[in-house]
Nanobody, 125 residues
């Protein structure tokens, strides 16, 4: 069964850090670009970050630029999202997706084939 599984979410205080993981099973990630999305209650899903299959290109939403870092370890079949200086507005369910397309510094155009179930991040004091 081909699936993506997110982990690493939780409750953190403002200014804190979390590292999310997106691990694939049943297929290898090295062919795919990987994107992280988030959705807060009552809000539309937002694309947070994306990394190309080569890891040479990455995209970040303006809302997280300078605070979040995406990386991948294909040997572990895992993509990470390091989140620093977290704010209450970062509270959401975070999802990862795997797909094909192009990733640039200002946009990512990806056709997603696989999605995870999400991991919840709550930033609160």
């Amino acid at each position: 069964q081909k699936q993506l599984v997110e982990s690493g979410g939780g409750l953190v205080q403002p200014g804190g850090s979390l590292r999310l993981s997106c691990t694939a099973s049943g297929f290898t990630l090295d062919y795919y670009a990987i994107g992280w999305f988030r959705q807060a209650p009552g809000r539309e899903r937002e694309e947070v970050s994306c990394i190309s299959n080569s890891a040479l290109s990455a995209y970040y939403a303006d809302s997280v630029k300078g605070r979040f870092t995406i990386s991948r370890d294909d040997a572990k079949n895992t993509v990470y999202l390091q989140m620093n200086s977290l704010k209450p507005e970062d509270t959401a369910v975070y999802y990862c997706g795997a797909g094909t397309g192009t990733v640039g510094p200002t946009q990512a155009l990806i056709q997603y084939d696989y999605w995870g179930q999400g991991t919840r991040v709550t930033v609160s004091s």
